[in-house]
């Protein structure tokens, strides 16, 4: 429980604090790759914009986009996990459905939707939550499956309850360990293939800034101007292990893992 | 068993008709109809209709996706933005993605078994803490970053492989291994975290069955136990860990592809997302998952091979 507390609490404050900072940068020929100074603790990059500002919007945009996939991919994939349980023909057609996505990587899908709809928010988010519902969805089947064999259910069943009572009063109550636990994993996959994406130079748009677009910037001056590189994949970094404590908490809080 | 594998070679192809669908239909939700964009505007319905006539868009859609598939399967792929012919250019570079691929599901075999082995014959109290924090350290690093200091470490400060730039195999194999070996590295890093702690908890388990006890108080050695008895029952998990990498591995060589500048079908595909070259993608893509699933089929058949349990459990249902 510790964990989850310091990890949501850290993340949080990393959320607030980039949103307080956070800004695109003007445009200042005379600053062009300085140095991290007083003025600009960061350094500037290649426009002379500061470094600090953008790399908090660039946390702020990398963190608000993740949540939103991971918690509706989440939501849609539990929702696909309960549709599932005890109808053979929608269960049937999700997993063949989540068999073929299985062999489509997720960085290919969002490059499959940027060919078709242009490197934007909505296609990168789109591919993103197609992908990472389909990843879910398996894993949260698999413990309706589980849940579906427990002796309490069958008990159920004996006292005559019906379907939509047993879905909403206990295989949801169960099945909500595993959600979130699935949550901070696709928050941590999102994160990660945002920023490959963005690194490509598909990702969002160019002029918003994310950590991935700042980090393809300061990789071919990375030599000879390393702060381009790394301020911002220490954010990228900092997010990541937050998430992943967020995670190892969750994952110990749930009994049934023990 | 015959049951068993027709089972998963129909959904294999149940997988393939899946992806060839979506592709399909994407591409032709976004194209829409290339008449609206290979004509002027000014072009009469009369040159409209004749154009769609020649390019069968006037056919039915089931007809198309046939057409479509048929093509497929012909290796007749159409031409990329540049004019090159697609299938000769995918059959150019599908090598460099193999071959990287292969070395890094290699590299991070060794890796992870080495870390695993080491961790379970020290048997500390907190073994599986070291494994779950190693494998998040590189789960969090983004390929990118890792390749990056990669290159700073071994080509810039110690210059032992180069910084970019890919050698055929044909031009001598070590210059060949050289110039894939930084990139694989990256690559296999991202593998081992998912392999370790997955050879981690299958290694773990075997060990707590009663054969090993059995085999200790016969006189087993330690770490002959760990070898031998251990890693048989634990082959099934290998065979999805390898197949699991190599999906990743096509993700992951986006990526690195980019960053090492090989001419993989990684780096084709960023190029063709960048182009915004949709035929040229959604070909690829399609190609990749061919494989993928190609190898999932493999390494299930081979896993119900090595493992008499896995087939009970098939016949008892």
Request: charged residues 15%.
């Amino acid at each position: 429980m510790r964990k989850i507390k310091v990890g949501f609490a850290f993340l949080f404050l990393l959320l607030l604090f980039c949103f307080v900072f956070m800004g695109r940068g003007e445009v200042n020929g005379d600053l062009r790759l300085d140095g991290p100074s007083s003025s600009h603790i960061f350094g500037c990059d290649t426009l002379g914009r500061d470094l600090f500002q953008r790399v908090c919007f660039a946390s702020v945009v990398s963190i608000a986009l993740s949540v939103f996939v991971s918690s509706s991919s989440v939501m849609i994939s539990s929702l696909f996990a309960i549709l599932s349980f005890r109808n053979k023909t929608i269960k049937t057609i999700l997993l063949t459905l989540v068999s073929a996505f299985k062999s489509i990587p997720t960085v290919l899908v969002g490059l499959l939707f940027a060919s078709f709809f242009g490197g934007n928010v909505y296609s990168v988010t789109t591919a993103l939550m197609i992908s990472c519902t389909f990843s879910s969805f398996r894993v949260l089947e698999t413990k309706v499956k589980e849940i579906e064999g427990e002796e309490y259910i069958t008990a159920l069943d004996a006292l005559g309850l019906k379907k939509g009572r047993i879905i909403f009063f206990h295989i949801l109550p169960s099945l909500f360990s595993m959600a979130r636990e699935e949550w901070a994993t696709t928050m941590m996959t999102s994160i990660l293939s945002e920023s490959a994406l963005s690194f490509l130079g598909i990702g969002i748009d160019r002029s918003i800034p994310t950590l991935g677009a700042l980090l393809s910037e300061a990789r071919s001056l990375f030599f000879t101007k390393p702060h381009l590189l790394l301020f911002p994949s220490l954010f990228l970094v900092m997010i990541g292990v937050l998430v992943m404590i967020i995670k190892s908490g969750l994952s110990e809080l749930d009994p049934s893992s023990h | 068993m015959a049951g068993r594998i027709t089972r998963r070679i129909l959904s294999f192809l149940m997988t393939l008709f899946i992806v060839s669908l979506f592709v399909f239909a994407s591409v032709s939700l976004s194209l829409g109809d290339s008449s609206s964009f290979v004509l002027s505007d000014e072009a009469s319905t009369l040159v409209i209709e004749r154009y769609r006539e020649a390019k069968g868009l006037n056919d039915n859609i089931f007809l198309r996706y046939l057409r479509f598939i048929i093509s497929f399967f012909k290796l007749d792929w159409g031409k990329t933005i540049g004019g090159e012919e697609i299938g000769k250019v995918i059959v150019n570079r599908l090598p460099v993605t193999l071959s990287l691929s292969f070395y890094s599901i290699l590299f991070s075999t060794i890796f992870s078994s080495l870390i695993v082995f080491f961790t379970l014959r020290r048997r500390r109290q907190n073994e599986g803490k070291v494994i779950s924090v190693l494998s998040s350290v590189f789960l969090i690093l983004p390929t990118f970053l890792t390749s990056l200091i990669l290159v700073l470490i071994f080509s810039l400060w110690l210059k032992l492989f180069p910084i970019s730039g890919y050698i055929r195999i044909k031009d001598g194999f070590i210059s060949h291994f050289r110039s894939l070996f930084l990139p694989s590295l990256t690559l296999s890093l991202l593998h081992s975290s998912i392999m370790m702690r997955i050879m981690y908890v299958a290694l773990k388990e075997s060990l707590n069955m009663p054969y090993t006890n059995t085999a200790l108080s016969k006189g087993m050695k330690e770490n002959r136990l760990v070898i031998s008895s251990s890693l048989k029952p634990s082959l099934p998990v290998f065979f999805t860990l390898v197949s699991d990498s190599i999906a990743s591995a096509f993700g992951g060589s986006c990526v690195i592809e980019n960053v090492f500048a090989l001419p993989g079908i990684g780096s084709l595909m960023v190029k063709g997302a960048l182009e915004r070259d949709a035929s040229l993608v959604s070909i690829c893509v399609m190609v990749v998952a061919f494989l993928v699933s190609f190898v999932f089929l493999v390494s299930d058949l081979l896993s119900d091979l090595a493992d008499p349990r896995r087939r009970r459990a098939y016949e008892k249902n």
